[in-house]
Nanobody, 122 residues
Framework: QVQLVESGGGLVQAGGSLRLSCAAS????????MGWSRQSPGKEREYVAA????????NYADSVKGRFTISRDNAKSTVYLQMNSLKPEDTAVYYC???????????????WGQGTQVTVSS
């Protein structure tokens, strides 16, 4: 069983930056594909970014491409989401997820964190 704990959320002005972290425990972190998703009030959860087990492959939703960067440190069992040029529409609860290597392609994950709130003011 993998436990995921997100941190780094908060309130930021439009155009600002935040870095989210997700610390994993209870499994072999380097075996998992990792991803970030987000959910705004009244909306369905949407995919944001994914990274494969080695960190050599990354993928992004069109809405964040060029502004967000996903990375991982397998030695620290942590995945990051660097968010730059934030917009009010990026306001959401951001969730970290872990899954089998194929999750990088399917975007279907087995484990989820509790989420961290990101609020971008205009």
């Amino acid at each position: 069983q993998v436990q995921l704990v997100e941190s780094g959320g908060g309130l930021v002005q439009a155009g600002g930056s935040l870095r989210l972290s997700c610390a994993a425990s209870g499994g072999t972190f380097s075996r998992y594909a990792m991803g970030w998703s987000r959910q705004s009030p009244g909306k369905e959860r949407e995919y944001v970014a994914a990274i494969n087990w080695s960190g050599g492959g990354t993928n992004y939703a069109d809405s964040v491409k060029g502004r967000f960067t996903i990375s991982r440190d397998n030695a620290k069992s942590t995945v990051y989401l660097q968010m730059n040029s934030l917009k009010p529409e990026d306001t959401a609860v951001y969730y970290c997820a872990a899954g089998a290597p194929a999750s990088y392609y399917t975007r279907e994950y087995d484990y989820w964190g509790q989420g961290t709130q990101v609020t971008v003011s205009s």
